[in-house]
Nanobody, 128 residues
Framework: QLQLVESGGGLVQPGGSLRLSCAAS????????LGWFRQAPGKEREAVSC????????KYADSVKGRFTISRDNANNTVHLSINSLKPEETGVYYC?????????????????????WGQGTHVTVSS
């Protein structure tokens, strides 16, 4: 069973930055498309970004384009989400998820894809 563990959340002032990480143990993430999602209090979970197993394809929700950057470090079995210019309404729980496996260095990732493995989430609070 692929297990994902997020880290890097915390309290940050509006306009601040964070770098979230998601690591897997025991299983390689190499063949998985990886995504980041978030859920604000009282709202439904939404897709934020995804990256293909090849690392060549990335996608972002319109609301975060230009401020969020997804990257993967296959050597360390980790995916990161760098977040800049955070807004108070982006407070919530941020989850990473894995979709796959896709063998052969796939360039596919989908914000609306079915992700079959999920982490427990890391809390991000944007407040002054």
């Amino acid at each position: 069973q692929l297990q994902l563990v997020e880290s890097g959340g915390g309290l940050v002032q509006p306009g601040g930055s964070l770098r979230l990480s998601c690591a897997a143990s025991e299983f390689s993430l190499d063949d998985y498309a990886l995504g980041w999602f978030r859920q604000a209090p009282g709202k439904e979970r939404e897709a934020v970004s995804c990256i293909s197993s090849s690392g060549k394809s990335t996608k972002y929700a319109d609301s975060v384009k230009g401020r969020f950057t997804i990257s993967r470090d296959n050597a360390n079995n980790t995916v990161h989400l760098s977040i800049n210019s955070l807004k108070p309404e982006e407070t919530g729980v941020y989850y990473c998820a894995a979709d796959g496996p896709y063998y052969g260095a796939s360039d596919y990732c989908g914000l609306l894809a079915y992700y079959n493995y999920w982490g427990q989430g890391t809390h991000v609070t944007v407040s002054s």
